[in-house]
């Protein structure tokens, strides 16, 4: 056991010398190049990434903004006339006394309501709406929207 190797290990002497081992010296030039390459590779990968995504969530933003040029135009005609309606006094229905009122004219007449019943010291009540006075204050009679 003098050159440090088991009795069952021997080389022989066709085979030479032994090699130096692998790796057994490290040379810090090529450590750099490589972490430099790996710090530089990373960092595109990050950039184009980004840049992809972005144009990614830009396309999908503009599309589901602008949608299509056929429902958007049938959405923008549905959303006129919701709209319309909720700007327009009408009859919703005549029997039930249920009328469509602009809101800024519903709390006019509602907080109107209230002053009145408050000087009276009573609380108001549904009755205190009625489709006449509703009528009177601008709702068309005759429209059956």
């Known amino acids: 056991m ?4 088991d009795d069952w290990h021997q080389h022989s002497p066709e085979e030479g010398p032994p090699q130096a081992e692998h ?9 750099g190049v490589t972490l430099l390459a790996i ?5 595109f990968v990050i950039v184009i990434l980004t840049a992809y995504f972005q144009s990614f969530t830009d396309r999908y933003k ?32 005549r029997d039930e006394g249920v009328y469509r009122l602009p809101f800024d004219r519903a709390v006019e007449l509602v907080t109107a309501d209230y002053a009145e019943s408050s000087a ?9 709406l ?16």
């Not at 790796?23 to 450590?31: E, R």
């Not at 009625?130 to 929207?145: F, H, I, R, V, W």
């Open 62 to 93: 503009a599309e589901k903004q602008e949608g299509i040029p056929a429902a958007r135009s049938e959405y923008l005609s549905a959303r006129a006339t919701a709209e319309a309606r909720l700007r327009e006094a009408g009859v919703v229905n």
């Open 2 to 5: 003098a050159d440090g190797h």
């Open 23 to 31: 790796g057994s010296t490290v040379s810090p030039s090529a450590l």
């Open 120 to 128: 009276r010291s009573t609380t108001p009540t549904s009755e205190t």
């Open 39 to 43: 710090v530089f590779g990373v960092a």
């Open 130 to 145: 009625t489709s006449e006075s509703l009528t009177a204050e601008g709702a068309p009679s005759d429209d059956a929207s």
